[in-house]
């Protein structure tokens, strides 16, 4: 394998990395539907389980521990900030590259989500 090529894959490596990243990322911040819930509003309930548990039969108890685990895991989540920003401008330094290579079309992009102001930061015209 020449050094050409071993290049060729480490950069194919990085940028798919970059671009996983940033898809994953906006997967993450995308808005979920109905009402958000806030860490207030998750604490309140936790107490709300707690008081029930003191009289739950073992079938309510069972389901108000996974809640409860739930709970938890979602307001640990929501402690993780996540960097769009910075997600952002590397798939913008990388999008144009990988998409060429992969033969991503623009529409593709945005099918998954990524912003038009983002494809054209990135040099990705409708035509591509």
Not at 26 to 46: D, M, Q, V
């Amino acid at each position: 394998m020449t050094d050409e090529h071993k290049a060729a894959l480490a950069k194919g490596r990085a940028e798919g990395r970059i671009v996983r990243d940033y898809l994953e990322g906006l997967r993450a911040t995308k808005p979920k539907r109905g009402r958000k819930r806030t860490p207030a509003s998750i604490k309140a309930r936790l107490a709300t389980i707690d008081a029930q548990m003191e009289e739950a039969n073992p079938i309510e108890e069972l389901l108000l521990t996974q809640e409860r685990r739930d709970l938890h895991a979602e307001l640990e989540r929501m402690s993780d900030t996540i960097d769009i920003k910075a997600l952002e401008d590397n798939f913008v330094s990388v999008a144009k590259s990988y998409s060429a290579s992969k033969k991503i079309s623009y529409q593709s992009w945005r099918d998954v989500g990524v912003e038009p102001s983002v494809l054209k930061r990135a040099g990705i015209g409708r035509g591509d």
